[in-house]
């Protein structure tokens, strides 16, 4: 099955682990001063940006759980991974590099056998971390 979203090596599928929403978030900044002749405003360029995506899938029957798994991994290392999303074509565009800033996870009516919930929401905040300087102020 082909993969809508890849994170480091969690791949968000159609059957599996499905992202069912995605938002970004940009700022600029663009701080004014009042003048005689009215606001000054100076560009100091963009601000933090960042991506949200939740996603769910129902284990017990379309799996999912390995991706979880991963992405759980690279949230605890604090690792910055490789954010791609497939287009048209079957093409993947590069996101860029991002940091797993929040992990919640949600499971909702617990199995019996397993006490896995029978269906499981996630939602990540992504910061993206490659844009004009080295990840993590490194050089």
């Known amino acids: 099955m082909a993969d809508l979203i890849t994170l480091g090596g969690a791949h968000l599928k159609l059957i599996g682990l499905r992202p069912t929403r995605i938002s970004r978030r940009s700022e600029v900044g663009v701080p004014g001063a009042p003048t ?3 606001m000054v405003y100076q560009d100091t360029g963009i601000r933090e940006r ?3 995506i939740e ?3 129902l284990p017990h029957v379309f799996g999912g759980m390995d991706a979880l798994a991963i992405l759980e991994a690279n949230h605890f290392a604090r690792k910055a991974v490789q954010y791609l999303r497939m287009t048209s074509n079957f093409l993947a ?3 860029g590099l991002v940091v797993i ?3 919640d996870i949600d499971e909702e009516n617990l199995h ?3 006490g896995v919930g029978r269906e499981v929401s996630v939602s990540l905040e992504l910061v ?3 844009e004009l300087t ?3 102020g490194g050089s």
């Open 128 to 130: 993206y971390v490659d």
């Open 101 to 103: 800033r929040t992990l």
């Open 50 to 52: 960042t991506a949200t």
């Open 112 to 114: 019996p056998a397993d």
């Open 36 to 38: 005689f002749r009215g």
């Open 134 to 136: 080295h990840v993590f």
């Open 93 to 95: 565009v590069n996101q």
């Open 55 to 57: 996603a769910r899938t």
